[in-house]
C-alpha cells in the first residue's frame, strides 16, 4: 500500500505561505509563524512533521533537503531565541524526523539559556535524539555528552532524584557512540544503563520496566557490534518479552516499541543461525509497522522500510528469493524518497538497502540491474566512510564485496578482483584492531578473494586466501556452531575448488566430503534453508570424486543433487502458481 499525503492541506499551505511570488516566504513570516504556531505549541511538533511529510510527498521532485518552512521556522528562532521557550514541550517530546530539525534547534537554544543544571541536562539529551535521527552524528554525541556528564554529577548527590535520569542519558550515549562507530565506548555505556534500569525496575516495576526493556533492546544491538551474539540475544529475548507485556496491556502505548525489539530480535536470532525464528520476528515486526506507518506515515515510514529491509534478508537466508525481491525493492523505494528529503539522516539506509537488493537481483540472473545497484551502493558507502571512517569502513568493505560478486558474474574479473581485494584489505585491519567483530567479515571477504583469485587463474593465490578463510571459519565454529557451521561449509567447498585446480585431489575431495556432511546435518535439521546448499555440495563432490577415478560413487552423489534440485525446482513452480 502506498502512503498518500493530505494533498489539499500541503497545497494550501504551500500557496498561501509560498507562492509564486515570494517562493521563500515574505520578509515578515517568521513573525506571522511564531504568532500562529504558539497558540498549539503544545502538539506544534507532532502537527509540524506532518506538514512537512505532506510537502514533501507532494511534490517529490523537489525534495531534496529542506522545505522553505523548516528555513522560516529557524529564522523564527533566530530573531530571536526567546521565542524557544514557547515550544519547550517540542523540543521535550519524540516528534518524528520531519519535525526534529526545529525541536533539535529549540532544544539546544533551552540547553544554552539554562541555569539550573537539571532543565540543562534534559534539554542536551533531547537535542541528542533530534539531532541523530537528522544524522547530524557528531553534534549528537556532544549533545549526548553534555547531558550524561551532567546527570552524573547530579545522580552522585542525589542518587534517588537523578540515577533514572542518569540511566536514560547513559542508553542515548550508548547510541550516539556507536553510530560514530566507537563500539567499546558505546557498550560500556549500555551495561551501564541496563544495570541502573535493572535495579530501578526491581524495586519499581510499573514505574521503570518500559525503561529496562529499551535499555536491553539497545544492549543487544551494542553486544552484537563486537561479535557478543549470545548475550545479544539473551538481551534481545528479555526486552521483547517485556514489550510483549506492555503492548497486551497498552497496545498504543507500546506497539512500536514490540515492533522495534522484535527487529531487533530478528536480528540476533539471524546472526545464530536460528533462522526460522528469525524470520518469523521480522514478519511481526514488518506486519506492527506497516499497520502503524498507514495510520501515522511521517512516524513510522522510516521505521517501515527498515523492516522491510530486515525482512528481506530473513526471506533471503531461507531460500524465499521471490518474496525477498519484493520486500527489498520496496524497502529501496521507501528509502529512496526518504533520503531525498533528508540526505544526512537516510543516506546510511539506503545503502545498506541498496546493496542488499543488489545480491537478490543477483539470484534472478538480473546481473545488469544487480551491479548499477551495488555500484550505486558501493558510490554512497564510500562518500560516507570518507566523512566518517570510524562508522563507515565496515559498510564500505561490505559493499565492495557485493561488488565484486556483481562485476565477476558480468565477466569484469580484473574490476572484481581489485573490488574484492580492498575489501579484504579493509577487513583485515578492522580485525586486527578488534577480532571478535570483524573476523566474521574478514574470512567472508577472504573467500570472496579466493573466488576471484581463481577466475582468473592465480590459483595458488586463491589457495592460500581460501585456506586461511576455512581454518578462521573452523575456529569460529568450534566456538559458535550454530552460527558459523554454514559459513564453515561453504568455504570448505571453496578451498576443495581450490585444491583440485591445483591438482590436490585427495585433499580437495577431503575438503568436499566434509562441507557435504556438514550440509547434510545442516539440511536434516532445517531442509528450507539449507537443502540447496546440500545440492550444490553434493555436485562439487561428485565432481571430486570423478577426477579421482570413483565414478560409481560421484554418479551416486551427482544423482542425490539432481535429485534434490527437482525438488527444490518442483516445489517452486508450485509456490509460484499458489494463489493470492
Request: some cysteine.
Amino acid at each position: 500500500m502506498r502512503l498518500e499525503p493530505d494533498a489539499p492541506a500541503a497545497a494550501f499551505v504551500d500557496l498561501a505561505l509560498f507562492g509564486s511570488d515570494f517562493p521563500q516566504g515574505r520578509d515578515a513570516l517568521p513573525e506571522w509563524l511564531f504568532i500562529a504556531c504558539r497558540e498549539n505549541a503544545a502538539s506544534f511538533g507532532s502537527r509540524l512533521a506532518r506538514v512537512l511529510y505532506d510537502l514533501h510527498e507532494l511534490r517529490p521532485s523537489e525534495s531534496a533537503g529542506e522545505h522553505p518552512l523548516e528555513s522560516q521556522l529557524q529564522r523564527m528562532l533566530d530573531e530571536d531565541p526567546t521565542r524557544a521557550g514557547q515550544f519547550a514541550a517540542v523540543a521535550a517530546s519524540e516528534v518524528p524526523v520531519w519535525a526534529a530539525g526545529f525541536a533539535a534547534r529549540v532544544a539546544l537554544i533551552l540547553a544554552d539559556a539554562a541555569g539550573n543544571r537539571q532543565v540543562k541536562a534534559r534539554f542536551f539529551n533531547n537535542a541528542a535524539n533530534h539531532l541523530s535521527s537528522l544524522g547530524r552524528r557528531e553534534e549528537a554525541l556532544k549533545a549526548a555528552e553534555e547531558a550524561a556528564d551532567l546527570y552524573r554529577a547530579l545522580a552522585a548527590a542525589r542518587p534517588a532524584a537523578f540515577t533514572p535520569y542518569l540511566a536514560t542519558s547513559l542508553n542515548n550515549l550508548a547510541k550516539m557512540l556507536s553510530e560514530l562507530g566507537r563500539r567499546e565506548e558505546a557498550l560500556k555505556a549500555a551495561e551501564e544503563a541496563a544495570d541502573l534500569y535493572r535495579a530501578l525496575a526491581a524495586a519499581r516495576p510499573a514505574a521503570f520496566t518500559p525503561y529496562l526493556a529499551t535499555s536491553l533492546n539497545n544492549l543487544a544491538n551494542m553486544l552484537s557490534e563486537p561479535g557478543r551474539r549470545e548475550e545479544a540475544l539473551n538481551a534481545a529475548e528479555e526486552a521483547a518479552d517485556l514489550y510483549r507485556a506492555l503492548a497486551a496491556a497498552r497496545p498504543a502505548a507500546f506497539t512500536p516499541d514490540l515492533a522495534m525489539s522484535l527487529n531487533t530480535l530478528a536480528n540476533m536470532l539471524s546472526e545464530l543461525g536460528r533462522r526460522e525464528k528469525a524470520l518469523n520476528a521480522a514478519e511481526e515486526a514488518a506486519d506492527l509497522y506497516r499497520v502503524l506507518a498507514a495510520a501515522r506515515p511521517e512516524a513510522f515510514t522510516p521505521d517501515l522500510a527498515m523492516s522491510l529491509h530486515n525482512l528481506a534478508n530473513r526471506l533471503f537466508e531461507l531460500g524465499r528469493p521471490e518474496e525477498a525481491l519484493k520486500t527489498a525493492e520496496e524497502a529501496v523505494q521507501i528509502r529512496r524518497a526518504l533520503a531525498a528529503a533528508r540526505p544526512e539522516a537516510f543516506t546510511p539506509d539506503l545503502a545498506m538497502s541498496l546493496n542488499n537488493l543488489a545480491a537478490v537481483l543477483s539470484e534472478f540472473g538480473r546481473g545488469e540491474e544487480a551491479l548499477k545497484t551495488a555500484e550505486e551502493a558501493a558510490d554512497l558507502y564510500r562518500a560516507l566512510a570518507v566523512a566518517r571512517p570510524e562508522a563507515f569502513t565496515p559498510d564500505l568493505a561490505t559493499s565492495l564485496n557485493t561488488l565484486a560478486k556483481m562485476l565477476s558474474e558480468l565477466g569484469r574479473r580484473e574490476e572484481a578482483l581489485k573490488a574484492a581485494d580492498e575489501a579484504v584489505q579493509i577487513r583485515r585491519a578492522l580485525a586486527v584492531a578488534r577480532p571478535e567483530a570483524f573476523t566474521p567479515d574478514l574470512t567472508t571477504s577472504l573467500n570472496n578473494l579466493a573466488n576471484r583469485l581463481s577466475e582468473l587463474g592465480r590459483r595458488e593465490e586463491a589457495l592460500r586466501a581460501a585456506d586461511e578463510a576455512a581454518d578462521l571459519y573452523r575456529a569460529l565454529a568450534a566456538a559458535r556452531p550454530e552460527a558459523f557451521t554454514p559459513d564453515l561449509a561453504r568455504s570448505l567447498n571453496n578451498l576443495a575448488v581450490s585444491l583440485s585446480e591445483l591438482g590436490r585431489g585427495e585433499a580437495a575431495l577431503k575438503a568436499a566430503e566434509e562441507a557435504a556432511g556438514l550440509y547434510r546435518a545442516l539440511a536434516a535439521a532445517r531442509p528450507a534453508a539449507f537443502t540447496p546448499d546440500l545440492a550444490t555440495s553434493l555436485n562439487n563432490l561428485a565432481a571430486m570424486r570423478w577426477e579421482l577415478g570413483r565414478r560409481e560413487e560421484a554418479l551416486k552423489a551427482a544423482e542425490e543433487a539432481a535429485a534434490l534440485h527437482r525438488a527444490l525446482a518442483a516445489a517452486r513452480d508450485t509456490d509460484g502458481l499458489a494463489p493470492g
